[in-house]
Structures are given as C-alpha cells and as structure tokens.
C-alpha cells in the first residue's frame, strides 16, 4: 500500500506540474513532494508569477473587519415584525444601536448602579481580594443548596453567580408602543406603520449624524457604514418614499448607500447617476439575468438626456423591456387600443412595453438615447413629416439613397399637380412653438424693420423671411402622399426600409389621420381620442382605419404594430 501511494504521488507530480517532472525525488512522501514543488516555484523569475484574488488566509479576514465598512442591512421582509426586533441582529435593533453610541459618555450613572448591582448577587475581587458582601438571602440560598449536595457528595463546594443584566441586554428588551387613537404594541399595527418607524429611527440617526437639531457632539462616527436597503419602497406611500428617498441622499453624502428597487421614486438626476439595471432575456434552456450598468456621470454624451428622467420615463427606463416613442399627446391612448383590438397578443401593458411622448420629432435621438444606455430597445412611431423635416432625428441607418429617390419624385408630382401648400392647424400650432422656427421668426421681423427703414429689401432679408416659410413645402409633399398613387409608391420602399429598422413612420400623416370618420376633428386632443377609441370595437374596424401600402398586404396599421411587437 504504500509503495502504491508513493507512486500515485510521483505521478501527481506528472499530472499538475510537468515542468517540474524532471529531477523530482523518486517515491517522494507528501511532505517530500510539497517541499520539492515550494522549491522548485521559488526559483521561478517574477515575470512568470500574476497577481490574482484568492481566500484570505485563516484569521486574517477577521483581523481586517475593523477596517472595513460597518454594513447596515435592511433586507425587503416578508414578516416585518422580525425587522422590528430590537435585538442586535436585527436591522431595527442595528440602528437603534448607532443611535445610542454617542450616549455611553452619559450612562456612566447606570454603568455604576450595574456594578453595584453585580455585588449584590455575587462575590466581586477589589483589588485582588475576593470581597462577599451578598444580601443575606443569596448567601443562605447558596448554603442551603451546598448542604443538601453534601448528603451525596460531601467534599463538593457550591458558589452561586448572578450576573446582572449588561447595559446593552437591557436595551435590547426594549418594547415599542405606538399611539395612533389606539395604544397598542407595533407588533399589531399594519405594516406601513411598522415599516415607517423603521426609516423614522434612520432620519434620527441622520440628524445627528450631520448636525441637526439632534446632533450630539460633532456628529463624526468612529468607523465607515455601508447602508444597504433591499426594497426600501415596500408598505411606503408614494409620498413616504420620496422622504426615504432624500434621507438617502442625505446618508450618502457621507456614506456609501446601495438600494435595490423597483420604484422609479428611488432616481433622480444628479444622485443616483451611477447604477445598475438587471433585465431578465430570453435565453435557451431557460431566461438569464443581464446587467447593464449605467453611469451618467462618466458619459458626457448621455448628460444631457439623464434630465429627461422624470417619474414615467424613468418607470419606463428601469422596469421596461422596450420602450416605443411617439411625438403627440394622447397618440398612446390610440395606439394601445388599436393594437389589442386588432390582435389581443399586441398588448403592450402585458407585454411589458412602454410608450412614451417626446413632444416633437427633435426629442427622438435625445430619448432614444437615453433608454438605449439602459440597455432596453427603442422603436419609435412618427409622424409623415419626420420623413421631410427632422430626419435625422429618427436614427435611421444607410437609406439616404432611397430616401432622397422617394423625394425626388414626390417633388416631380407636387409641381405635376400644382399641390398648394395648405399647412393644418396642428401643423401650424406645432410650427410656432418650434423653437428654431422662433428664432426664424425673430430675424424675419427684425428684416422687415431694416427694410422699412432703408426703403429696400435686400436679397438676405427676403432669403430670412422665405425661411419662415420653407417648411410649407413639406406639407405640399405630404399632401400629394396622400392623393397621389405614384407619390405613394415612391414613398412606400423607405417606409418599409425605415420600419424594418424599428422605425414606423405613418404614411397618412399623424395618427389623428387614422380615426374613424365619425370622429370628432376639433376639440382638445384627449377628448378626440377618447371618442376615436369608443368607435374602434372590433378587430374589423381597426383594420379598416388603414388600407396596405402596397396590395395584397397587411393594412399599415397592422405592419406597424406587428414590427413594434417582433422581437428583434
């Protein structure tokens, strides 16, 4: 057996390390063999040795937990009465602890009292003489016990120890009330309460840890904590949870915070601007977990759409798998009732995805850009003129050449047909609160004025003044879309090219343009399109709003929602 064991470790030599075969002992022990292997690695130059994370050596990681961050962990429970224990233990207990640190300097009173307490009880050494000065009863308790032991074992001694309760047991029994037209213990209260005075105990902590109208001393803790809140929203108000929320900001300040959430209450610009996302795809044999990691302060580039974070894009941002942007108000109304009538599966409430109002075509790249470092895909549904004005907007990639074919001709048929450039009302009210087409405006006036007083318009005011009007000539284009075949069909190939991109443009202008007829056409817009959801009843009818870009397809509608449904 042993002539087999040492040759079983002669050929683990072999196995693991053989480069270090040749001149290894023969038969080695263990002892040998490890020997053999520490010396042979000794004479190894340092550029063959890399620096990689391994298990701390035992009793050097409890020697280093005093330099490390004191964690704080308040977990999401499912039975909040174990999150209210005051034991130390528990996350109620842990901070009502830190609350009582800087109290030691006071307690000496008690402290002592303890003290006298314990020689009460117990014999207690004073200056290395044991003193006995117990009440009489705990004497003769303990002789009386001695004595009947000494029926059985007469050389037995018996002394009896009473320790007093510590400072910290007394604390740790400590009992919460709460009044709130009925005194009862917390422990009965509903779980909002109980959740609440949680916090309530953190928001006292941070008031005299930062100086405020609590603060005891100079506030400075004598080591680092790291606060680490699993689902702080839980049993929390809306309005609860915004207070938790700057408390937070507040620990953060000085401290490390991390928070798991699932409410978009817990982010805001310029605080929690580095974080991490975790999404659930689809994956084979079964859905893993993806992380992506965003962090604005680090992307210049992302700054500036990290200020669109307000609640519902947010909401959308953290808890949605696609995120479809749309340009007017009440166009999502519209648009989800279209999409579950015409087919049940295209439920964008059931499937998780969200949409969200830019308020004009040049918001797209900005919010597309913001949701895209989230992690999550972007489609987008545009009105026709985005095709003419603001392209670049849409994000769209190499149909510039088809895009300025389907141009082209639908100019040749603007000027076949004499098309006059009659823009909406819609069109004009959003044109004026255009900003560049303010600024346009801005200089026109400012041309006229010039002209007046000179008595001439030079060829740079009228060029000024005609750009408040270039825009027209997009209406004249979407115009012939509509009227004209061969418009139509020049346009449609870059539609179909965009929305393979995840890019709808809508072919007959905004979706406005795809109400049943019975429809009101003037009114506040929410009012219009809840009256054009109260037509749309049946699969047929929200089919028939659209007719198929090209014969024998699917109506455009239909295509749309299709491609904002598709994976991909």
């Not at 006298?116 to 290395?128: I, K």
Request: proline share 6%.
């Amino acid at each position: 057996m042993n002539e087999g064991a040492k040759g079983l470790r002669s050929a683990a030599i072999d196995e693991h390390f053989p480069e270090f075969a040749d001149g290894s002992p023969e038969s080695p022990n263990i002892t040998q063999a490890k020997e053999y292997i520490a010396e042979r690695i000794t004479e190894l130059p340092a550029d063959l040795f890399e620096m990689r994370e391994g298990p701390l050596p035992t009793g050097i990681a409890s020697s280093i937990t005093k330099l490390l961050p004191d964690p704080i962990y308040i977990p999401a429970v499912k039975n909040i009465n174990d999150d209210l224990k005051t034991s130390q233990s528990t996350s109620f207990g842990r901070l009502l602890g830190l609350l009582l640190e800087d109290m030691a300097p006071d307690l000496d009173n008690i402290n002592n009292a303890l003290s006298d307490l314990r020689a009460f009880f117990n014999r207690v050494e004073v200056e290395g003489e044991i003193e006995d000065n117990r009440h009489q009863k705990v004497k003769d308790l303990e002789s009386d016990i001695e004595a009947r032991l000494a029926e059985n074992f007469p050389a037995v001694k018996v002394e009896l120890e009473v320790p007093p309760p510590e400072l910290k047991a007394i604390l740790n029994s400590a009992q919460i009330f709460v009044d709130d037209g009925s005194k009862d213990s917390i422990e009965n209260k509903g779980d909002g309460i109980k959740r609440s005075l949680t916090f309530a105990l953190l928001q006292c902590y941070v008031n005299r840890l930062f100086g405020g109208p609590e603060a005891a001393g100079d506030g400075v803790a004598p080591r680092p904590n790291l606060f680490l809140f699993e689902e702080p929203e839980l049993y929390l108000h809306p309005k609860s949870q915004r207070i938790l929320f700057a408390t937070l900001e507040k620990i953060s300040r000085r401290f490390q915070v991390v928070v798991t959430t699932h409410s978009p209450l817990f982010f805001a610009p310029g605080i929690t601007a580095s974080f991490v996302r975790i999404s659930k795809e689809r994956a084979d044999p079964k859905p893993i977990g993806v992380i992506h990691e965003v962090n604005f302060d680090l992307d210049p580039a992302s700054a500036e759409a990290f200020r669109l974070a307000k609640f519902e894009n947010a909401d959308a941002a953290f808890f949605s798998r696609r995120v479809v942007l749309f340009e007017g108000e009440s166009d999502d109304a519209f648009f989800k009732h279209v999409s579950k009538t015409i087919d049940e599966e295209w439920d964008f409430d059931s499937q998780n995805i969200a949409m969200v109002q830019v308020s004009g075509k040049g918001n797209f790249a900005k919010f597309r850009r913001f949701f895209e470092a989230f992690g999550i895909q972007v489609k987008i549904v545009a009105d026709l003129d985005a095709f003419f004005e603001g392209f670049q907007h849409l994000g769209a990639d190499g149909v510039e050449d088809i895009r300025n074919t389907a141009i082209q001709t639908i100019d040749d048929r603007v000027a076949a047909l004499n098309i006059p450039a009659e823009p909406k009302a819609r069109q004009i009210k959003a044109k004026v609160k255009n900003e560049s087409w303010q600024t346009r405006y801005a200089d026109a006036k400012a041309a006229i004025r010039l002209a007046q007083e000179n008595g001439n318009v030079p060829p740079e005011a009228l060029e000024t003044i005609d750009s408040l009007f270039v825009w027209e000539d997009d209406i004249a284009r979407g115009e012939v879309c509509l009227i004209d075949d061969a418009a139509r069909a020049a346009l449609t190939p870059c539609i179909d090219a965009l929305r393979a991109q995840g890019i709808c443009v809508l072919s007959k202008g905004a979706i406005e343009d795809y109400y049943p007829d019975e429809a009101p056409r003037n009114g506040p817009k929410p009012e219009r399109a809840l009256a054009a959801i109260q037509l749309v009843t049946t699969a047929e009818v929200a089919r028939a709003l659209s007719a198929p870009l090209v014969e024998g397809r699917e109506p455009e509608l239909a295509e749309i929602c299709a491609e904002l449904f598709a994976d991909r």
